[in-house]
């Protein structure tokens, strides 16, 4: 196992009480290297152990020597992971001292629902394209005084690399994943003479085949926290859409890229349940306070209004109504909607592989 490895395994074993963060110090690796670099605390609180080639013997050595006293393990010649504390034994929610990373967490949807989570407790990595934006939000959450954690990552998705490097700096910076909601995602609208093939693949790399890549690296870490605790249930979540339900007329690279994300979420859940790890899907009706559909300049409600799209409209107010009265239930989706189908899913061990509608009845499954 490489360092990567060796620290999810280390926090899920100091998370006996609770689930724990750490920060990892690749090459700190004796007690006195610590102590050197600010972390005093007495040497009984240090356990020392040499991990082998025998990764089953490893886990179950780690376990017999931690306690929950213990500050720091120091893996011989490789590192130290330190406990930073936080084992909250009887959580008041389903996400409270859990690490969830968001993709495309700077703004949206995806913003909205970190803030949400973090309100709720958990360790939030925003992870984002967008450095700039992604930063305000920390600062944001970090202006709440909270003692939950709050990180910003920056990726891209549609590059595989860049989403194990993601992954790779959560767990040194926090210690593990207990869920992703893999949310980033485009939309570049047109019909069949518009769509150029450039286009189609790019949002089919954004949106399709960036769900794949967060869930090959997460569920590389998950896998590793389930062998030290068969009790751990962990999530894959993708924010889906209606449009992964029903086609869209003049929509299709979205809509044939959500459809397939649902494919790829019932199997990685046959794949994932035997580790504990859930895949889900949350399928938003439209979002119409977020800026896709409200920004001023270049939001949908403006652009619809300008085209003519909504036959006798004169105002963006008349567009949003004419979209409004299409739902049951009289409105948007709003980011509330979608965190309570994340905050249920993560707390129902017994759901996997499902698409939920989170459309105020637009959309219904058949
Ligand atoms: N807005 C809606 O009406 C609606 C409805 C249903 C589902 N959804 C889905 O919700 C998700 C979020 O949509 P939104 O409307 O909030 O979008 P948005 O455009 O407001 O935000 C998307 C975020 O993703 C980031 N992003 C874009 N490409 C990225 C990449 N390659 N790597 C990393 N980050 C990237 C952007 O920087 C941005 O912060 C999408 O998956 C979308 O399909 C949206």
Known sequence: MNFIELVPVVRMALSKEGLVTTSAFENIDSYERLKVSGYDFPEDECVTILPGD????????LQNQVTPNTKAVVLKG???????????????N????????????????????????YEKGAHIVVADLNEKVGLELIQKLKAK???????????NVGDSDSVKGMVEKTVLELGGLDAIISNAGILRAGGLDEMDPETFDLMTKVNYTGYFYCAKHASKIMKLQSQVD???????????????LKGSNRNFA????????????????????????????????????????SDPEK????????????????????????????????????????????????????????????TGGQEMLK
């Open 54 to 61: 025998d990764k089953t013997a490893f886990i179950s050595a």
């Open 78 to 92: 490789i590192g130290a992971i330190v406990n930073n504390g936080g084992g909250i034994s009887k959580p008041v």
């Open 94 to 117: 389903s996400v409270e001292g859990r690490i969830i990373i968001v993709t495309g967490g700077a703004q949206g949807f995806g913003g909205g629902i970190a803030e949400e989570l």
């Open 145 to 155: 005084s909270k003692s939950n954690k709050a990180v910003f990552v920056p990726v």
């Open 230 to 244: 068969v009790n751990h249930y962990m999530d894959i979540i993708q924010i889906n859409s209606k449009s992964g």
């Open 254 to 293: 979205y809509a044939g890229g959500k459809f397939g994300g649902i494919g790829l979420t019932q199997s990685f859940a046959l794949e994932l349940m035997p580790n504990h790890i859930k895949v889900n899907s949350i399928c938003p009706g439209n979002f119409f306070d977020g800026p896709l559909w």
């Open 299 to 358: 939001g949908l409600f403006v652009q619809y209004l300008n085209a003519g799209k909504v036959p006798g409209a004169k105002t963006i107010e008349d567009v949003q109504a004419y979209y409004e009265k299409q739902v049951p239930a009289g409105r948007g989706c709003r980011v509330a909607d979608v965190t309570k189908a994340i905050v249920y899913v993560i707390d129902q061990e017994y759901e996997t592989g499902q698409a939920i509608p989170v």
